[in-house]
């Protein structure tokens, strides 16, 4: 299975803020999409990522206010991105490597769509039940 094929059945939506944007209102956005992170991009560039954990741990930690920081002073810069021609195997070895949850979907230097571990389980647990169903078909024969 291919990260096109996943973006296929979840949908290609992209949340973003610009870098200039206050934590405070980022999270509002994440909040009011039920999301975990959201990406952010100025123009048509991904500047960074910024996470529940980047809050976590770079505001509420270090006492800081989410009102008056900008995104751009928390946000993870070094983003990790894939390709719509990716594998799902490549995905969960660069999530689990790498310690992170989401990752941008870029094609032609533009973001298509991000992807979750949650979105991996999934399509793992949909693999999964479509081989036993294909087993029990076989063995019932």
Same mark, same amino acid.
């Given at each position: 299975m291919?990260?096109? /094929?996943?973006?296929?059945?979840?949908?290609?939506?992209? +949340?973003?803020?610009l870098s200039s944007t206050t934590? +405070?209102?980022?999270?509002?956005?994440?909040?009011?999409?039920?999301?975990?992170?959201?990406?952010?991009?100025?123009?048509?560039?991904l500047k960074g990522i910024l996470s529940e954990r980047d809050y976590a741990r770079k505001i509420v930690l270090k006492d800081k206010s989410?009102?008056?920081?900008?995104?751009?002073?928390?946000m993870e810069s070094n983003v990790i991105t894939i390709s719509l021609s990716d594998s799902l195997d490549s995905c969960m070895e660069l999530m689990?490597?790498?310690?992170i949850r989401h990752l941008p979907?870029?094609?032609?230097g533009i973001v298509v769509g991000?992807?979750?571990?949650?979105?991996?389980?999934?399509?793992?647990?949909?693999? /999964?039940?479509?081989?036993?169903?294909?087993l029990n078909s076989y063995i019932s024969q």
């Open positions: 291919t990260v096109n /094929q996943i973006l296929s059945t979840k949908g290609k939506e992209v +949340y973003s803020v934590v +405070y209102e980022a999270l509002k956005v994440m909040g009011d999409k039920n999301i975990g992170a959201i990406l952010v991009i100025d123009g048509t560039e989410s009102k008056e920081t900008f995104v751009h002073e928390i689990s490597s790498k310690r979907v870029v094609d032609n991000i992807i979750s571990i949650s979105d991996v389980v999934k399509s793992i647990i949909e693999i /999964q039940k479509d081989t036993i169903n294909h």
